[in-house]
């Protein structure tokens, strides 16, 4: 049995995209150390269930969801919580400029919604959870396919 003082060691990580390929294999290679807890978030039952893994049902585009479920994670067993969010349809502005542009920003709005939006709602959700806890480190790790051209913090 683990004492108080290991369990607070315990990092939890979060990986967004948990049904894509790469976050099965992040999720692969994250779940194999005793002192991670690892949730992964998805909006549907993923093909290949990993052993250690928590799945947790939500869209990262809705942010409510988001936030329900992120605030339904107990925090006060970590000292690091790590987001790994490589999520992002594959769709890139192939000749430079955007297919769907609604809001005439020149930004194609189903790229930035699959690669800024959901980024910032898993991000601000899990860092106003943190932020609650003086002595959680934060880190996050995030791509996409147009997080460089638009400046994604």
């Known amino acids: 049995m683990k004492n108080k003082k290991q369990l607070s060691k315990r990092r939890l990580v979060v990986v967004t995209g948990a049904t894509g390929k790469l ?16 949730f992964a978030i998805t909006r549907r039952d993923p093909p290949h269930v990993q052993r250690g893994v928590t799945y947790l049902y ?15 994670i ?3 067993e970590f000292s690091e919580v790590i987001l790994v969010h490589p999520v992002g ?5 192939m000749l430079g400029f955007p297919e769907i542009d ?18 910032l709602h898993i991000f601000k959700a899990l860092k106003e959870r943190v932020s609650k806890h003086e ?8 791509f996409g396919s147009i997080s460089d051209k638009y400046h994604v913090p």
């Open 23 to 38: 976050g099965e294999a992040y999720l692969k290679g994250i779940v194999t150390s005793e002192s991670i807890k690892c």
């Open 58 to 72: 939500a869209d990262l585009l809705n942010k409510e969801q988001i936030k329900r479920v992120i605030d339904s």
């Open 74 to 76: 107990d925090m006060h």
């Open 89 to 93: 349809m594959f769709k890139f502005e």
């Open 102 to 119: 609604k809001n005439k920003d020149r930004i194609d709005d189903e790229v930035f919604a699959s690669n800024v939006l959901t980024f």
């Open 135 to 142: 002595k959680i480190r934060f880190t996050v790790c995030a």
